[in-house]
């Protein structure tokens, strides 16, 4: 590549391994320009792009694969918004931002407040935003939660709003969106922000890898990406967004950052979540955020009548409310409990879930069971007594599951093996870049690194230690929009 000056001059550093920085550089020559250069196209890219678009900007979006979409489009398009939209009014639920906000700040312990304020504040606006987008929701309430609905309802219990301790921090309201598409439809919401990229303008260059950011006197000027397989710097005249989603497929970064992870069978993402725009932006001073956190999916139930079974560990013990939510209780099993995690019915209480588990052990005694599990001697036949002692009165007073779910367990009883080496968890990771809610990429003091915007995974979003589903699509395309308008005029 040729300097101003026509020397030869390479666009970085050297190559740093799997998990450090990766150095910025300068070039001499652009072969691509744009007033803001977006980098990943799924849900924060693409509304990213979209926004910047339509307030004026000369948009590129370089996307590494050869559709846009992202593991936005495998996902359940579930998209975390409250407030009182119009689909939680058309379906009779009552809902604040303050609500919204108390809820959230109690479920994601750790995220950013700010961000989580300005996401309550917004979420009704931003309904709007994608509405108008192309995004239809039906005024439909579908009553099984934590999953899309299978037909294409619109709105469900998402986060477990209505299990304790939720149900004493804010009136529980459901807020998981779901768009009008039956079951999955991540793929659906795509398609539909895609064509809206589309339509505001916005270039796209697809099978277009951004390897390294370029400087210009401390400022972030473009970025040197490979485009069908040729090194192709690419200027960005006001700013490049970084929305290139998370880093679970980044082995060493995973063992470095949450290596818990790694006992998980069933990683989410796409290849692409390989971490590279995380380490792209620490090659320019970005600081980083929560990499130790993961969300631990989980498929437990539907039907959620499941919950009348008791979850016990490794030491037989209860440790938490089973009506909780899904990925509440995956964090909990990985992170918490060893992996080891057993679940406990009776012939009333159990029925075969979405994924088809069934009992791997069925006896007609708890004592029987603790010798066939390798429980301690004794400590499922307490965990019983004490539990159907309670539940004979329609009580937990141990873990609060709510009373419609709590009833005693008579032998015979099944356990279904919930260990993580024998059933379906399914992590991603939640850290990445410190950005303000205007996705501007923050280094160690906070001061914003000129030039540089982030959204979605490959930020710390605000889910920080919890999670609740649809925060992610909800994040990445408020935040997205945010970080594209906030490129667009820098
Ligand atoms: C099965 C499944 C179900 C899920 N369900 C939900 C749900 O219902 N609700 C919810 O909120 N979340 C859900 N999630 C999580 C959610 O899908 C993701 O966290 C979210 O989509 C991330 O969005 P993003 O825009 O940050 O990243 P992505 O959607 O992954 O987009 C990033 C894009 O950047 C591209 N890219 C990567 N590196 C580069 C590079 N160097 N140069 C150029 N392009 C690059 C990628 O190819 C990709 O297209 C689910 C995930 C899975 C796997």
Not at 17 to 24: K, R, S, T, V, W
Not at 220 to 244: E, F, Q, S, Y
Not at 399 to 412: D, N
Not at 448 to 467: D, E
Request: glycine residues 14%; hydrophobic residues 40%.
């Amino acid at each position: 590549m040729a300097t101003d000056g026509g020397e030869p001059e390479p666009a970085t550093g050297p190559e740093a391994g799997p998990i450090e920085a990766l150095p910025a550089g300068a070039v001499g020559r652009f072969e691509l320009e744009a007033d803001v250069v977006v980098v990943g196209l799924g849900c924060a890219g693409a509304c990213a792009a979209i926004t910047a678009a339509e307030a004026g900007a000369e948009v590129l979006a370089l996307e590494a694969a050869p559709l846009g979409g992202g593991t936005s489009a495998m996902s359940g398009g579930l998209i975390y918004l409250g407030g009182g939209t119009p689909v939680q009014t058309a379906c009779g639920f009552r809902d604040t931002a303050e609500d919204m906000a108390r809820f959230l700040l109690a479920a994601c312990p750790g995220g950013d407040e700010a961000k989580v304020r300005a996401y309550c504040e917004g979420s009704v606006e931003h309904f709007g935003f994608l509405v108008e987008h192309g995004v239809p929701f039906a005024s439909r309430f579908h009553p099984e939660p934590n999953r899309e609905p299978p037909d294409d309802s619109g709105l469900v219990f998402s986060g477990g709003e209505d299990s304790w301790p939720f149900t004493e921090i804010a009136p529980p309201v459901p807020r998981g969106h779901h768009p009008q598409f039956p079951d999955s439809a991540g793929g659906f919401l795509m398609q539909c922000l895609l064509s809206a990229v589309h339509v505001a303008g916005a270039r796209v260059v697809t099978d277009a890898v951004a390897e390294r950011l370029v400087v210009d006197g401390g400022v972030v000027v473009g970025v040197v990406a490979t485009v069908d397989g040729v090194d192709t710097p690419v200027r960005a005249r006001r700013g490049v967004v970084l929305a290139a989603g998370g880093f679970m497929f980044n082995r060493p970064m995973v063992e470095h950052y949450c290596p818990e992870a790694l006992r998980a069978l069933v990683p989410l993402g796409t290849d692409h979540d390989d971490g590279r725009a995380i380490r792209m932006a620490q090659g320019v001073g970005a600081a980083l955020e929560g990499m130790h956190h993961i969300e631990v999916g989980l498929p437990l139930t539907p039907p959620r009548t499941l919950v009348r079974g008791v979850l016990v560990n490794g030491r037989g013990e209860r440790f938490l409310n089973e009506d909780t939510y899904l990925g509440r209780l995956g964090k909990e099993f990985l992170l918490r409990q060893d992996g080891q995690v057993y679940f406990v019915h009776d012939d009333d209480t159990f029925a075969v879930n979405l994924v088809g588990s069934k009992p791997r052990w069925v006896a007609a005694s708890a004592a029987e069971l603790e010798v066939e599990i390798g429980l301690p001697p004794g400590s499922l036949q307490a965990t019983l007594e004490r539990y159907n002692a309670h539940a004979e009165r329609g009580e937990d007073p141990d873990f609060h599951k709510a009373p419609q779910w709590v009833r005693p367990l008579r032998p015979p009883y099944g356990v279904v093996d919930l260990r993580v080496a024998s059933s379906i968890y399914a992590p991603f990771t939640l850290g990445g870049l410190r950005t303000s809610i205007d996705g501007e990429v923050l280094d160690q003091v906070g001061t914003p690194v000129p030039g540089l915007f982030a959204a979605g995974r490959t930020t710390a979003g605000i889910a920080g230690a919890g999670y609740v589903s649809g925060i992610s699509l909800g994040d990445g395309t408020f935040f997205g929009r945010r970080a594209g308008r906030a490129a667009g005029r820098s």
